[in-house]
């Protein structure tokens, strides 16, 4: 037993040192406190030393009792001791390992937060609505149209929706937020505070990048569309139309643009599909351009209540001559197939007007309004032109590839001693 001696007063030593300092308050100087931290080193070296010794040099059940109370006693006593200025310093110089605890004594645990429960549920609904948000902003980002930034709209989103909630439900994520946020703010009662915060900031922010941000990108994918149009790249053009409607599908202009597409294509149900998404939305470059779809099909009578309703729109301001002389022009070309030349006449003879303040006026309305007044000629003493003087301004104006149609139909017109015009060209 002379092993366990040494260990009986070690632990009596032990004890005597702790009651001191739990019983009187001004026993609390370094000097003291360093001697029990000493003195708990020595027992708990004994401690290790008799675990190495055969089974019969156990100690009585009383003595780790006894050890037990005290350590206890002492764990009680863990804001004295964490108050020891010099305690940091002790531990620099003794070096004791972690699980000597009466050196580390253990800081105090916050308050917890009444509403915790709530703020978690709060913060998991956030993670919710920004993962639904990143799977639909990174859907409209399709796979027709390759380029880097149309796989950083489908990608970026979603890995940072993902990596967000793996930060707060998955245990991994949530001991690294943790230990960040234990890095910048000790008081752990605000965590879960600072967590629905993060969360509802992720997902304010794909909402407004959904809201605001998609927009703006379809916005440049159209204009990209037509000046992708303009410059004969049509294929390219195509994609970059349908990519603006992947990202926001209620946006007229670009539906209309894809139905000039089509309708370039001959593909003229597509292109009506089109041309009637962008009416529904009053877009009123599609109202002209699906009566003149109506009227190339034949369809005069359709076509009418589009050119009506486009022309009597408020929208319509003299900021947009070029498309109120088409829309008057259309209606004349419709009324001319419809055999009212009266009406035809006066619709054409606004569409010159207006295209006078053209900054290059157009041919199509002098032709039209030729036909016109070859089935219908003004009396003698009316300051109308004639159908000849109709279609020598036609033949002008004509100066331009795309002209090339009526400048054909004029020089025909003008070879001929009678005026029996051919209908419009499509």
Not at 57 to 66: A, K, S
Not at 313 to 320: A, D, I, K, V
């Amino acid at each position: 037993m002379d092993t366990v001696h040494p260990l009986e007063n070690a632990i009596n030593d032990y004890r005597q040192w702790v009651s001191k300092l739990v019983n009187d308050a001004d026993a609390w100087s370094e000097e003291a406190v360093l001697a029990m931290l000493h003195s708990r080193d020595r027992l708990q070296h004994l401690i290790d030393q008799l675990a190495e010794m055969p089974d019969q040099n156990t100690l009585p059940p009383q003595l780790w009792l006894e050890l037990a109370e005290a350590d206890a006693d002492l764990g009680r006593q863990s804001d004295r001791l964490r108050a020891i200025p010099a305690l940091a310093d002790w531990r620099k110089s003794v070096q004791p390992p972690e699980h000597h605890w009466w050196w580390y004594p253990p800081e105090p645990q916050p308050p917890k937060e009444a509403l915790a429960w709530l703020w978690g549920g709060l913060t998991i609904a956030m993670l919710t609505i920004s993962l639904a948000l990143a799977q639909d902003i990174a859907s409209r980002f399709t796979i027709d149209t390759p380029g880097v930034w149309s796989s950083l709209g489908a990608i970026a989103p979603v890995i940072l929706t993902l990596f967000a909630s793996g930060g707060a439900l998955t245990k991994v994520g949530q001991q690294l937020l943790e230990s960040v946020l234990a890095s910048r703010t000790p008081a752990r009662q605000n965590w879960a505070k600072i967590k629905l915060a993060l969360a509802f900031a992720l997902a304010l922010g794909l909402f407004c990048f959904h809201s605001l941000g998609l927009p703006r990108i379809a916005a440049a994918y159209n204009q990209q569309g037509e000046e992708q149009y303009e410059t004969g790249d049509w294929a390219s053009a195509q994609n970059n139309f349908q990519q603006a409607l992947s990202l926001k599908p209620d946006y007229p202009e670009a539906q209309f643009n894809l139905g000039v597409m089509y309708e370039e294509y001959q593909q003229t149900d597509r292109a009506r599909t089109e041309y009637l998404k962008a009416v529904q939305a009053g877009y009123l470059p599609a109202y002209n351009n699906l009566a003149h779809l109506y009227l190339q099909q034949d369809n005069p009578e359709a076509a009418v209540p589009l050119l009506r309703s486009a022309l009597s729109s408020p929208g319509l301001s003299q900021q947009q001559p070029e498309l109120q002389y088409t829309l008057h022009k259309n209606l004349g070309q419709v009324r001319l197939a419809q055999e009212r030349y009266a009406e035809a006449e006066t619709a054409l003879l606004e569409a010159i007007a207006i295209g006078q303040e053209l900054e290059r006026p157009r041919p199509d309305a002098y032709c039209l309004l030729a036909q016109v007044l070859a089935q219908s000629p003004p009396p003698a003493n009316s300051p109308l032109p004639t159908a000849r003087a109709a279609w020598e301004s036609c033949l002008r104006y004509a100066d331009r590839p795309e002209y090339d149609a009526w400048e054909g139909m004029a020089r025909q017109a003008l070879t001929q001693p009678e005026n029996v015009y051919d209908a419009a060209p499509p």
